[in-house]
């Protein structure tokens, strides 16, 4: 008989609701920079930014700046990391759960640029590779309007 714990499919409502939340509001840089949550799931999180005035890099390309693409990346790795804790603990409450990632910290990222990043908006997504007792590893995506891979990045976050 195994005893290898299948991970869930879906969160409740609820550890969605709250953890979109903390993630776009009690994460106050996140809103400064308006990375909202599309979806989360155990195995993958998903995110958008529309383009504004404000996140410009280059004026003269109108292309947004390095700065947001690597700490937008670096919030949705730190998401999934958060999903991933999430689905290992789903025996307890949602809430319960959330207090789970007061420990979360980034102490490692790499972020690659692969095209310039213009558009009216960018979707993001990131994914755990591993999460262990005390490390989360991740891998993240930024594509534009068109879908086309604009930046990558991987990272490495504390979970304990």
């Known amino acids: 008989m195994s005893t290898t714990k299948v991970p869930p499919t879906a969160f409740e409502p609820e550890f969605v609701q709250l953890l979109t939340q903390l993630f776009e509001h009690k994460i106050v840089f996140n809103s400064v920079?308006?990375?909202?949550?599309?979806a989360i799931t155990p195995e993958r999180v998903s995110g958008r930014i529309e383009m504004r005035h404000e996140l410009i890099g280059s004026y003269t390309?109108?292309?947004i700046h390095g700065g947001v693409i690597s700490a937008s990346l670096d919030?949705?790795?730190g998401l999934a990391a958060m999903a991933a804790i999430g689905a290992?603990?789903?025996?307890?409450?949602p809430e319960q759960r959330l207090h789970r990632f007061i420990k979360l910290g980034t102490i490692d990222l790499r972020i690659d640029?692969?095209?310039?990043?213009?558009?009216?908006?960018?979707d993001l997504s990131a994914e755990v590779l591993r999460l262990g007792s005390r490390v989360a590893s991740t891998r993240m995506?930024?594509?534009?309007?068109d879908g086309k891979l604009l930046s990558?990045?991987?990272g490495a976050y504390i979970v304990s």
């Open 33 to 38: 920079i308006g990375l909202k949550v599309t």
């Open 61 to 63: 390309h109108n292309r």
């Open 75 to 77: 919030a949705m790795g």
């Open 88 to 93: 290992r603990h789903m025996d307890e409450v």
């Open 113 to 122: 640029y692969l095209r310039p990043g213009i558009g009216t908006h960018f």
């Open 141 to 145: 995506e930024f594509r534009g309007p």
């Open 152 to 154: 990558t990045g991987a």
